[in-house]
T-cell receptor, first 115, second 116 residues
Framework: TQLLEQSPQFLSIQEGENLTVYCNSS?????LQWYRQEPGEGPVLLVT?????EVKKLKRLTFQFGDARKDSSLHITAAQPGDTGLYLC???????????????FGTGTRLTIIP | EAQVTQNPRYLITVTGKKLTVTCSQN?????MSWYRQDPGLGLRQIYY???????DKGDVPEGYKVSRKEKRNFPLILESPSPNQTSLYFC???????????????FGNGTRLTVT
C-alpha cells in the first residue's frame, strides 16, 4: 500500500500570511490531486498535477509536483478566512492501467485562517 | 444539479443491527466508490465499482458489502455493524476510473455513522 503523509497536520495562521503544506511519499505517483474539504461536506477537487516539476496556479494557491513525482506542495499567498478547511492530497498509482480505483489519499492538513 | 447524494446524513445504531447507506449520482458516471474517513488516517477506500455489476474490494473491505445493480446507485451495507465501524463515510463517483487523475472524483456530503 502506498502511503502519503501530509505536514503539518494542523496549521493556524493569521489572515494575510503565507503558508505551505506538504505531501510526501516514498512511492512514485503518475499524478497528484489536491482536494479541499469544508465541514459537513465532501472533498472538492482543486487541481491535478501530472508531470514531474509541474506548477499550477489557482488564484492565490500554487501547487507543485516534485521532480521525482513522489511529493507535492501547496502554497497559499495572503491567506483568507475562506481558505479554511481540510486539504487532502491524493496520488494515483504508477501504471498506465491505474486510475481512481488505486487512488491513495493523504492524512490531511487542517488549515484555520484567523481573521 | 449534478451531484452525489448520500442518505442518511447521520445514523446512530447498535451493534449487530443491519443497516444500509444509500448513494445515488445523476451524472451517468461509470465509476463509484465508498470511503471512510477517520482522524489521522485520511480517506480509506472500502469498495469500488467500475460499472454495473462490477465491484471490487478496496483497502478496508472487512465488515462491508456493496452492490451495483443500476448505474446510478451504489449502496453500502453493514450486515452486522460493530463499534469500530463508527466513522464518517463518503460515496464518490467519476465519469470513468480514469488514468493518471484525468477523471476527477465527485463526492457526496458524507454519512456520519455511530455504532454503540
Amino acid at each position: 500500500t502506498q502511503l502519503l503523509e501530509q505536514s503539518p497536520q494542523f496549521l493556524s495562521i493569521q489572515e494575510g500570511e503565507n503558508l505551505t503544506v506538504y505531501c510526501n511519499s516514498s512511492s512514485v505517483f503518475s499524478s497528484l490531486q489536491w482536494y479541499r474539504q469544508e465541514p459537513g461536506e465532501g472533498p472538492v477537487l482543486l487541481v491535478t498535477v501530472v508531470t514531474g516539476g509541474e506548477v499550477k496556479k489557482l488564484k492565490r494557491l500554487t501547487f507543485q509536483f516534485g521532480d521525482a513525482r513522489k511529493d507535492s506542495s501547496l502554497h497559499i499567498t495572503a491567506a483568507q478566512p475562506g481558505d479554511t478547511g481540510l486539504y487532502l492530497c491524493a496520488g494515483a498509482g504508477v501504471g498506465s492501467n491505474f486510475g481512481n480505483e488505486k487512488l491513495t489519499f493523504g492524512t490531511g492538513t487542517r488549515l484555520t485562517i484567523i481573521p | 444539479e449534478a451531484q452525489v447524494t448520500q442518505n442518511p446524513r447521520y445514523l446512530i445504531t447498535v451493534t449487530g443491527k443491519k443497516l444500509t447507506v444509500t448513494c445515488s449520482q445523476n451524472m451517468n458516471h461509470e465509476y463509484m466508490s465508498w470511503y471512510r474517513q477517520d482522524p489521522g488516517l485520511g480517506l480509506r477506500q472500502i469498495y469500488y465499482s467500475m460499472n454495473v455489476e462490477v465491484t471490487d474490494k478496496g483497502d478496508v473491505p472487512e465488515g462491508y458489502k456493496v452492490s451495483r445493480k443500476e448505474k446510478r446507485n451504489f449502496p453500502l451495507i453493514l450486515e452486522s455493524p460493530s463499534p469500530n465501524q463508527t466513522s464518517l463515510y463518503f460515496c464518490a463517483s467519476s465519469l470513468w476510473a480514469g488514468q493518471g487523475g484525468n477523471s476527477p472524483l465527485h463526492f457526496g456530503n458524507g454519512t456520519r455513522l455511530t455504532v454503540t
